[in-house]
């Protein structure tokens, strides 16, 4: 039996924003930054808040990072007008945990959630309930089978959206849900979390892009018999 999880007092919820928000990388995407958001008061704009988390993505290949090839001129734009930070660290490469220390800021020996297939205990607090509680539309829009809701991440979520039966699903059906809930609150305040898993091993790059960076054009793999993809057979989920 595993140790129960050892959780600090819970934060004010000021300090769990910023020790939360300064753990994330914030990107604004589909064009000029939002206006929509409800004030606090009158006249007193409200902070929306859009995390998008690319899983396994190398920030060596990165534009605006130092890659000498064009890869990511999205980025690169949002990087140009605000804040770009040149070293960032995880407490664990595994994607569950990784992302339960990201809305909780606590570590994955704190929460006990250190593999895939884990549980966020209920009694951590979530970056998405203490904006919630301020008055926060909350929606998550994820990619992968190992952010599932049943695995606790979804605490705090009005919305919390995943590849259903898959073990994965491209970005952009993830983009599309993501987009249809931006559109319907984007009146209120509100935060936002998109979670894309496209670079994750095993990556094949849609042909377009395998032309324009002269990958060699060998078939993309077929997965095995009762397996939906590659990756779900190659990486079960509690690995």
């Given at each position: 039996?595993e140790?129960?999880?050892?959780?600090p007092h819970?934060?004010?919820?000021?300090?769990?924003i910023?020790?939360?928000?300064s753990?994330?990388?914030?990107?604004l995407?589909?064009?000029?930054?939002?206006?929509a958001?409800?004030?606090?008061?009158?006249g007193?704009?409200?902070?929306c808040?859009?995390?998008?988390?690319?899983?396994?993505?190398?920030?060596?290949?990165?534009?605006?990072?130092?890659?000498?090839?064009?890869?990511?001129?999205?980025?690169?734009?949002?990087?140009?007008?605000?804040?770009?930070?040149?070293?960032?660290y995880?407490?664990?490469?595994?994607t569950?945990?990784?992302?339960?220390?990201?809305?909780?800021?606590?570590?994955?020996s704190q929460?006990?959630?250190?593999?895939?297939?884990?549980?966020?205990?209920?009694?951590?607090?979530?970056?998405?309930?203490?904006?919630?509680?301020?008055?926060?539309?909350?929606?998550?829009f994820?990619?992968a089978?190992?952010?599932?809701?049943?695995?606790?991440?979804?605490?705090?979520?009005?919305?919390y959206?995943?590849p259903?039966?898959?073990?994965?699903?491209?970005?952009?059906?993830?983009?599309?849900?993501?987009?249809?809930?931006?559109?319907?609150?984007?009146?209120?305040?509100?935060?936002?979390?998109?979670?894309?898993?496209?670079?994750?091993?095993?990556?094949?790059?849609?042909?377009?892009?395998?032309?324009?960076?002269?990958?060699?054009?060998?078939?993309?793999?077929s997965?095995?018999?009762?397996?939906s993809?590659?990756?779900?057979?190659?990486?079960?989920?509690?690995?």
């Open positions: 039996m140790p129960e999880p050892v959780l819970r934060l004010p919820g000021r300090k769990a910023t020790a939360v928000a753990a994330c990388i914030m990107l995407s589909g064009g000029g930054p939002l206006t958001c409800a004030g606090e008061g009158a007193e704009p409200a902070a808040l859009i995390v998008v988390s690319i899983d396994t993505l190398r920030a060596d290949h990165v534009s605006c990072c130092g890659y000498s090839a064009a890869t990511t001129p999205c980025i690169d734009v949002l990087a140009g007008q605000g804040h770009l930070f040149s070293n960032g995880t407490p664990m490469p595994t569950l945990p990784a992302h339960a220390s990201l809305m909780t800021s606590l570590y994955p929460l006990n959630t250190r593999r895939n297939g884990d549980q966020v205990p209920s009694r951590a607090v979530t970056l998405a309930e203490i904006l919630k509680a301020r008055g926060y539309a909350t929606g998550a994820v990619s089978s190992v952010l599932d809701a049943r695995y606790g991440l979804c605490q705090g979520f009005d919305a959206d995943g259903g039966a898959k073990a994965e699903r491209p970005a952009e059906e993830t983009a599309f849900e993501a987009a249809a809930w931006l559109a319907e609150n984007a009146s209120r305040k509100f935060f936002l979390f998109v979670h894309l898993y496209d670079p994750h091993t095993f990556y094949y790059a849609p042909p377009a892009f395998r032309q324009r960076f002269q990958a060699p054009d060998t078939p993309e793999p997965p095995p018999s009762g397996c993809s590659v990756t779900e057979a190659c990486f079960p989920l509690r690995l």
